[in-house]
């Protein structure tokens, strides 16, 4: 009984997600910590037809979004199309999509985006430029 008033109002955590998601008419709006979320599932390997339903999209507005945003994509990786667990950021992540992702932010606008990590610059040459740095080293 003393109890009772703690568990009143708790929120399902499928209810969380989608409150990150707002709509202005029948357009959804893509926040900051919208596109956080967006990142954690693309992360856990989720297809994203499943990421629509969970935060009430379309698949192709979800595909386009993480497009823009910059976050990898996932050819060759086993897409998950059912959520196991009560809570979706409860299923395991994918290291080899979450070490791809390194958040951004800019500083005038506020806007996030993800840019994939490179191991290694590559510079490339043609024999005459590569001729000419020689000499002069």
């Known amino acids: ?14 209810e969380q997600i989608k409150s990150l998601f707002q709509t202005r008419g029948s357009r ?6 919208g596109l956080d979320m967006l990142a954690e599932l693309w992360k856990r390997s989720f297809t994203a037809s499943l990421i629509a339903t969970l935060i009430g999209a379309t698949p192709g507005a979800v595909r386009e979004r993480a497009n823009r945003a910059g ?6 990786i086993t897409l998950i199309d059912a959520v196991e667990f009560a809570d979706p950021l409860d299923h395991p992540v994918c290291h ?6 390194v958040a951004k932010e800019d500083t005038d ?3 996030r985006w993800f840019v994939q990590k490179k191991d290694k610059r590559r510079v490339h040459y043609s024999k005459d430029r590569a001729k000419r740095i020689a000499r002069f080293h």
């Open 109 to 111: 606008n506020g806007r």
């Open 71 to 76: 976050l990898p994509p996932r050819h060759g």
């Open 96 to 101: 080899a999509i979450s070490d791809q992702i």
């Open 1 to 14: 009984p003393a109890f009772h008033g703690l568990f009143v109002n708790r929120v399902s955590p499928l």
């Open 28 to 33: 959804l709006s893509w926040s900051n910590d």
